[in-house]
């Protein structure tokens, strides 16, 4: 579990003897999961740290017609749910659940916050992960703001190229897994990606994606 944790980004910058002895000063749990089970409800309260040792999570929430919408994946080592746990009023947005199987670091707060005051390293790197995590949910509710599923497509993979640096990448989800994040039916999804590789925008080889048209593509989510 240490030799994961230094390559986290709560513990950035922190070998492995230095997590050891924090952890012998600082109150903590571990827990398993199974996959698809839930870990957290929306609407309870957040009163702990969670960073992933082992597996994936998703957070999920529901639309005003009932339609379960895709938030954000989660991956081993990092921390999730943080956002809430200092805010005023700390109740989860989304449900919590796991990918598959899961093991679970957890902190109470007062005990993390307890660390935070005596680690200026970790207090850096927290607000660090808070930052990201605006940015990277900012950027999931501009997606779904668009009406147009082309343009979803469009905004998704120019973040593709800008995260890989390269207008070549592999795609990490199967088409099941974006309909799912784009809150659309699959055979929507398969006919507008066709689409953008007829119309030469994308070339697509099995999960392998290579931008033909990066300025078709910026037309298409504006």
Same mark, same amino acid.
């Given at each position: 579990?240490?030799? #994961? /944790?230094? !390559?986290?980004k709560?513990f950035k910058?922190?070998g492995?003897?230095e997590i050891i002895h924090?952890?012998?000063l600082?109150?903590?749990?571990?827990?398993t999961y199974?996959?698809?089970e839930?870990?957290?409800?929306s609407g309870?309260?957040?009163?702990?740290? %969670?960073?992933?040792?082992?597996?994936?999570?998703?957070?999920?929430?529901? *639309? *005003?017609n009932?339609?379960?919408?895709?938030?954000? *994946?989660?991956?081993?080592?990092?921390? %999730? =749910?943080?956002?809430?746990?200092?805010?005023? +009023?700390?109740?989860?947005?989304? !449900?919590i @659940? =796991?990918?598959?199987?899961? #093991? @679970? &670091?957890?902190?109470?707060?007062? $005990?993390? %916050?307890?660390?935070?005051? #005596?680690?200026?390293?970790?207090?850096? !790197?927290y607000?660090?992960v &808070?930052?990201?995590?605006?940015?990277?949910v +900012?950027?999931?509710?501009?997606? &779904?703001?668009l009406?147009?599923?082309?343009?979803?497509?469009?905004?998704?993979?120019?973040?593709?190229?800008? +995260? !890989?640096?390269?207008? #070549? %990448?592999? /795609? =990490?989800?199967t088409?099941?897994q974006?309909? $799912?994040?784009?809150?659309?039916a699959?055979?929507?999804?398969?006919r507008a @990606?066709?689409?953008?590789?007829?119309?030469?925008? /994308?070339? @697509?080889?099995k999960?392998?994606?290579e931008i /033909?048209?990066?300025?078709?593509?910026?037309?298409m989510?504006?």
């Amino acid at each position: 579990m240490y030799e #994961t /944790l230094t !390559n986290s980004k709560l513990f950035k910058g922190l070998g492995k003897s230095e997590i050891i002895h924090i952890f012998n000063l600082i109150h903590h749990q571990v827990k398993t999961y199974q996959a698809e089970e839930i870990i957290a409800y929306s609407g309870c309260k957040c009163d702990k740290l %969670f960073m992933l040792i082992e597996g994936s999570v998703r957070g999920e929430m529901i *639309d *005003d017609n009932g339609k379960i919408i895709k938030v954000e *994946d989660v991956f081993a080592p990092d921390t %999730f =749910a943080e956002a809430f746990l200092f805010a005023e +009023t700390p109740e989860l947005l989304v !449900n919590i @659940i =796991a990918n598959n199987n899961v #093991t @679970i &670091l957890i902190f109470q707060k007062d $005990d993390f %916050f307890k660390l935070l005051n #005596t680690n200026n390293l970790i207090l850096n !790197n927290y607000l660090t992960v &808070l930052s990201n995590r605006f940015v990277t949910v +900012t950027d999931r509710m501009k997606t &779904l703001s668009l009406k147009k599923l082309e343009g979803k497509l469009a905004n998704y993979f120019l973040q593709l190229e800008k +995260t !890989n640096k390269s207008s #070549t %990448f592999k /795609l =990490a989800h199967t088409h099941q897994q974006l309909a $799912d994040y784009f809150g659309v039916a699959r055979p929507s999804l398969s006919r507008a @990606i066709s689409l953008m590789v007829k119309e030469g925008i /994308l070339n @697509i080889n099995k999960k392998e994606v290579e931008i /033909l048209d990066k300025n078709k593509l910026y037309q298409m989510f504006l």
